[in-house]
Every structure is written in C-alpha cells, then in structure tokens.
C-alpha cells in the first residue's frame, strides 16, 4: 500500500519522551505508531526492549493489551493495535462517574489477570520478575518528591534535621509495603492507561512492570491522580476487588489488614505521582 495513502495524525504523549501517532489507512481501520523517545534505546533484539518484553509475558497472559504489528529498531518505531481514543479519565469526564462504575469493575477484573495470571507465569525471560518496589526503590521515589516538588516546585528549604526526621518516617512506611507479598504490578494503572473501546478495557504504558504488593495498582486506579472518586466507591470497589481475589485464589482475605496496607501504599504512590508532577514542570517545562 502507497505511504501516501496512509493518514498520519498526532496524539497526546505521556510524561515520557516517546511520541504516538494514529495511522488511518484506506477502509477505516487504523494503528497506533510508537515512535521510541531519545532518553529509549532502540536494541535490534525485539524482546530487549521492555516494552516488548513485557507485553510479550501480558499477550502470554491474555492480558487485555494491543497487539504488536510491527517492530523498527533503526528508526525506533512500533506499530500496534489501536485501542481507541477515549481513555476512562475520559469516560468520566463525558459520562459521570455513575455511568462509569462498570468500567472500573472491569478495569479491577482485568487488573487481577494482570497479577495473579501475570504472577502465576512468573518467569525469567521478563524483566518484571527482575525489579520489585523494595525499600530502595520506594525511598528513591520519595526522595524525588522532596527534591522535585517541596524542593523545587515549592521553593522550600528543608533543614537537614527534618529531612532527616522526614526520611526516617518515609523508611517505616517503604519497609512495611516492601515487605508484602510480591505480584506483578503494573505500576502507572490509572485512569489514563486504561483505555475504553466497545464496553472493554485495553491497557496502555505498561513498560515498567515490576514486583509489588497487590494494593498498589489498586490505589493507582482508586487513588487516581485524575479523577477524585467518593470514599464510598472506593469502599465498594476495594469490596468487589476482594471478592474477585478470593474468587481467583480461593482465599479468605483480611480486609482490615489489606485495607490499612492500601492506605499506606496510597500515600507513597500519590507522594511519588506529586514528585512526577513536579519534575515535569521544573525540569521538563510540561504541565
């Protein structure tokens, strides 16, 4: 098929330096094209690239991400699936969030494919199993957010007795969520990943899997950065999130206990969010 019959459209990026674009071609159907960011390299091997990597172990786990079509490495390019342009921040958005709550039940259904299938076929080949949010990890995270967001963001000066007094709290919480049993986790599960298509959801950005407690993704969803939701469907969904687990495991879970660890990851995941926020407008210049 001619090039120039292929239509290139523009697409709204990530936090990333990596830029998308939709190809339409002739009959209607289309592609997503990812085109790799300078900070990327781009290895001749497909299954170096962590996002091939990864998504190769999620297509093994009927995980419901796109397709890869095609793999460029000289020019740093893939074309995949299309999943469609409304993500679920959207459908909140332009539908309100009564009409959205049977997304987020999907969205908490394929989110469990993800770590407990994921988990299941645990194996060397994909670089999730080789990185976890241990405690280094997590404090790396947090000390991000005291130099990008307090520091920078906020211009304001922490004396070194209360960063260390800072620090030292940040500690006790990163060893009591490092310390949970190990799932994969997707890490950026919010409601801009989650993309929306014929009442199903598709997942997006997925490169930076990594070991982690099962509360993590789940707060990310509910816990969102983007979209506030009532205490009382946070409440509800956490219930139908434990019923599913149980369900998928056969287990009994303490919901008190998994409820407090929920809370605790929430604040060092939405500390991190804000350190990520930070850095995009001090050092990136992006809103």
């Excluded at 997590?138 to 307090?150: G, Y």
């Excluded at 997942?203 to 707060?219: E, H, K, N």
Aim: glycine share 8%.
């Amino acid at each position: 098929m001619a090039p120039d019959r292929i239509e290139i459209l523009p697409l709204h990026g990530d936090a990333s330096d990596r830029r998308f674009f939709r190809a339409r071609i002739p009959g209607g159907e289309t592609r997503v094209v990812m085109q790799l960011g300078t900070d990327l390299p781009s290895p001749e091997d497909p299954d170096r690239l962590p996002y091939i990597n990864i998504l190769n172990h999620l297509t093994l786990c009927k995980a419901a991400v796109p397709k890869l079509h095609l793999y460029a490495p000289q020019q740093g390019i893939l074309i995949l699936d299309d999943l469609g342009e409304m993500t679920l921040n959207d459908h909140v958005r332009r539908f309100g969030l009564p009409a959205s709550i049977p997304l987020y039940r999907k969205a908490i259904q394929e989110l469990l494919i993800l770590q407990i299938i994921g988990t299941r076929k645990a194996c060397g080949h994909c670089m999730a199993f080789h990185q976890a949010f241990d405690v280094e990890k997590l404090m790396w995270e947090l000390d991000f957010f005291l130099k990008h967001t307090v520091e920078g963001h906020l211009g304001r000066d922490i004396p070194s007795p209360r960063r260390l007094e800072i620090r030292k709290t940040f500690e006790d919480l990163c060893r009591i969520i490092s310390e949970e049993p190990r799932y994969f986790t997707h890490r950026d599960y919010h409601s801009r990943n989650l993309m929306v298509r014929d009442g199903k959801i598709g997942i997006v950005d997925f490169q930076d899997a990594r070991l982690g407690p099962l509360q993590y993704d789940l707060c990310s969803l509910l816990r969102d950065s983007y979209v506030v939701l009532p205490d009382e469907t946070v409440e509800e969904l956490i219930g139908f999130y434990i019923a599913e687990l149980d369900r998928m495991q056969g287990t009994q879970t303490d919901t008190g206990r998994f409820r407090r660890i929920f809370d605790l990851t929430s604040i060092q995941r939405n500390l991190k969010a804000a350190g990520t926020f930070g850095f995009m407008s001090g050092v990136k210049g992006k809103d």
